[in-house]
């Protein structure tokens, strides 16, 4: 019996994402007997994240980088470091800003659920332009004030996004102004130069989660310019005074395991390793349901680590999402998406072997009802 059947959990095929609610990612046994040597004995966390830090800025190209429960926690930390800097005084006053800087700017049509992140550490969310007409180079610059702290920014790279200042724009705008930028790249991990080419763009704190690399759904890096990223640790559970990031701790296990995780992300032959299986499961699913009547098959194009196909049903909306949760209601639990009200999207790249046959098995149980 295994550990989840013994706490009545059931399994989940995950034919959807690497979603935060589904534990994100599955660790390779390397990076499980890194993160169980880690666990056979103590360690300085300071000196651990120092080394590490080195370690990933050396990948990354950054001056410096380091690691944090998650992007969320990244950005928080990354808006913190711009508002309080590394002095003491202020760094306890977190998230009290209203003697500091706490704007952060944020294109309108960029918004996301992410952006709450800035609020942790007192941050003040500024829109900028609207989700209809964008957002122009001057209404960003004009949008500075002396109580700005930071702009953020969330790259649109699958495809790009149109009436948004771009990042070089949006990068040349706040260092004139003397404003550091914020990237929110969380999945922009592969290809894999996008681990080091905000970095190299010029801006100063870039933030990614280890989920979208193979590493634990609980860890993230922020990587960057040397001062702001002294100021991302001091504000961080390492941080030597009363600091806004002390409940975002992790353990010694989590910060190796994301280390080896990333190591392993850029030498691994992705196309033998990750995308071939899925290709192979999702060429398998779609020509075992070709000949299912009322369901069109078709191959959904790559973008943001999705090899999948999208299956089209003749059936009304009502009745394509109590198939949905009908697959999700099963053991195993089989999670995918919706899109376009009758068409069921699913993504191969998170399968496990043999997942895709107990797919095909249980699409057909239910289109034959």
Known sequence: MSVYEKLGVKKVINASFCLTFLGGSTLTKEITDAALEANR???????????????????????AAHVTSGAYCALALSTAACIAGSDPDRMSKLPDTRDMKNEILIQANLRTVFDRAVEIPGGKRILVGNEDHGCTPEELEG?????????????????????????????????????????????????????????????????????????????????????????????SF???????????????????????????????????????????????????????PGAKLEVQPYSYHVVGLQITLDKTPDETAEIVDNLRNGDPAIWVRRRRESTILMNTLFLDDGDEKVIVDRVKELLSR
């Open 143 to 235: 949008a500075i004030t002396e109580k700005t702290a930071a702009i953020q920014y969330l790259p649109q790279l699958d495809p790009p996004r149109e009436n948004v200042v771009p990042l070089e724009e949006v990068i040349e705008i706040g260092h004139r102004q003397g404003v550091p930028i914020i990237v929110d790249a969380a999945g922009q991990t592969y290809p894999t130069d996008r681990l080091k080419m905000f970095v190299a763009m010029g801006a100063d704190l870039v933030c990614y989660s280890g989920k979208y690399f193979g590493g634990p759904n609980s860890t993230g890096f922020v990587c960057g310019r040397k001062e702001l990223m002294e100021a991302v640790k001091e504000n």
């Open 238 to 292: 390492i941080g030597s005074h009363r600091t806004i990031g002390r409940g975002y701790k992790l353990d010694r296990q989590e910060i190796v395991a994301l280390v080896v995780a990333l190591q392993r992300w850029m030498e691994m032959d992705h196309e033998k390793e990750r995308f071939d299986p899925a290709r192979k499961r999702r060429n398998y699913i779609m020509e075992s349901l070709s000949d299912v």
């Open 41 to 63: 004995c103590f360690v300085a966390m300071r000196d651990l994240e120092e080394k590490v830090g080195e370690v990933i800025a050396g990948i990354t190209g950054a001056e």
